[in-house]
């Protein structure tokens, strides 16, 4: 019988509770972890790789969404949101094979989310979670901002960030609806691919662009950002720690809370860096 290794997570203790004795009726499910905040979730994910996260959306700090944003492409497990969300945010679930928990607790799409994630388990359909969440996300914010949407001149905007005058900050546009973010690239401490989104980590805050990994690492400074993973870029200036792993590979310590792994065949990068500090 396929056992799924599953993390719950919940600020509130009750809810927590009720969650957890209701999946403990599913066989199918092995509990491993419980975390009642978005940096235990993020913590308990790099270090115990579950098969799928049950996450609450709403929380104080990092909320759910916050905990998938910050984690890297590959490590992110299937995903079930616990929400009270509107209608219109669930219909973007759906179409982006999202799936979800209503709150109050709701027996019938318990059952049909851990049915669904045991059918993609066994098809092998778990490695684009983080693109198809990304997506939703994508989705809600542009339902919960159409009203506000007005013309950008992207001619414009890319003017701005593409001055090559020897006193202007290189930096990268991020287009969010009815706001243009410039932002520094001195100040990007790490890049995350998720599909055809990229996922911009600065001083606490991500900031989704839709652009490759690919195109966006033409655009930022070669000397100091480097890849680490086919699907993360790196500031090496934002190293703090290099902690070893398995089979070759390793962490990076990025800033107080981030950390991002380094595959094996882009770890002489790293030595590298080391080597010539």
Request: hydrophobic share 40%; aromatic share 6%.
């Amino acid at each position: 019988m396929t056992k799924l290794k599953a993390i719950i997570v919940d600020d509130e203790p009750l809810a927590l509770k009720l969650l957890r004795s209701k999946l403990n009726k599913f066989a199918e499910l092995d509990i491993i972890a419980e975390c009642k905040n978005g940096r235990e979730a993020i913590q308990a994910t790099m270090d115990l790789a579950p098969d799928i996260l049950f996450l609450d959306i709403q929380m104080p700090g990092i909320d759910g969404f916050g905990v998938i944003k910050k984690l890297q492409t590959d490590v992110v497990p299937m995903v079930v949101f616990t929400t009270a969300f509107e209608q219109y945010a669930l219909d973007a679930f759906d179409v982006h094979a999202v799936d979800y928990i209503l709150k109050p607790i709701d027996e019938e799409h318990i059952q049909r989310a851990v049915n669904r994630a045991l059918n993609r388990f066994a098809r092998g359909e778990n490695n684009d979670n983080k693109t198809n969440i990304i997506g939703a996300i994508d989705s809600i914010n542009e339902r919960e901002n159409a009203s506000l949407r007005f013309p950008l001149s992207s001619d414009h905007s890319d003017d701005q960030a593409g001055s090559s005058g020897s006193n202007v900050e290189r930096k990268v546009v991020i287009k969010d609806r009815d706001d243009i973010t410039l932002l520094k690239q001195s100040e990007i401490e790490w890049v995350d691919a998720a599909g055809d989104y990229v996922c911009l980590h600065s001083e606490g805050v991500t900031h989704i662009k839709r652009s490759t990994l690919k195109s966006l690492l033409e655009e930022l400074d070669p000397t100091i950002f480097k890849r680490v993973h086919r699907s993360t870029i790196v500031n090496l200036n934002f190293i703090q720690k290099v902690i070893p792993h398995t089979k070759g590979e390793f962490f990076l310590k990025l800033g107080e809370y981030d950390q991002v792994k380094v595959s094996r065949n882009y770890r002489d990068v790293i030595k590298s860096f080391l080597t010539d500090m």
